[in-house]
């Protein structure tokens, strides 16, 4: 005696199938993206790899909670807020954690996105590193001094150079020269 054949399984798409496989994967990309987040961001550098070190403590005393959120936490203000934006004077954008000098007015530009933006940083003054939160491929620039997030840079900027280092006006001080 044979048995007949049995014909293959059919998978069949619902819509609630659909929607609970996306809520499901939205979950566990979140829960990836909050790992990769915490790995990327584990508060403050290991002590000693910058010259300029503190607790966490420490930088919430000597910085105020915006700076503090830009800063040791890479948080980003919100675009057009900040009055470095609008900065046009002769001067020096320096580190709001350490005050080493970053940035010369004279490679300052106008790029329209809404945060302080220049096309060359002063030499020996950030490090950078690549950054892949919110699921993107950036590159990431901190101070050179303190290991402050300062925002990212970018290949559409102006000459001579072609990039667009866009940075938190909250984590730059200006003085005139």
């Not at 979140?30 to 550098?45: I, L, M, Q, V, Y």
């Not at 001094?145 to 001579?160: A, E």
Request: glycine share 10%; hydrophobic share 30%.
């Amino acid at each position: 005696m044979t048995h007949p054949a049995t014909p293959p399984t059919r998978v069949t798409l619902t819509r609630r199938s659909i929607l609970c496989g996306a809520a499901l994967l939205g979950v566990l990309a979140g829960c990836g993206f909050r790992h990769n987040e915490a790995k990327a961001d584990s508060g403050e550098p290991p002590k000693g790899s910058f010259e300029v070190s503190h607790s966490d403590s420490e930088w919430r005393r000597i910085l105020t909670s915006a700076q503090y959120d830009v800063l040791r936490k890479a948080g980003t203000e919100r675009p057009f807020t900040s009055p470095l934006n609008d900065e046009h004077r002769t001067g020096i954008f320096s580190c709001a954690g350490c005050a080493l000098d970053l940035f010369s007015s004279s490679t300052k530009f106008n790029s329209g996105t809404g945060w302080p933006s220049f096309w060359q940083p002063l030499a020996n003054a950030v490090i950078e590193r690549p950054d892949n939160s919110f699921f993107m491929s950036r590159t990431e620039v901190l101070c050179r001094r303190c290991g402050g997030h300062l925002g990212h840079v970018f290949n559409d900027g102006p000459k001579p150079t072609g990039l667009r280092y866009c940075m938190n006006g909250v984590a730059l001080t200006f003085r005139t020269t």
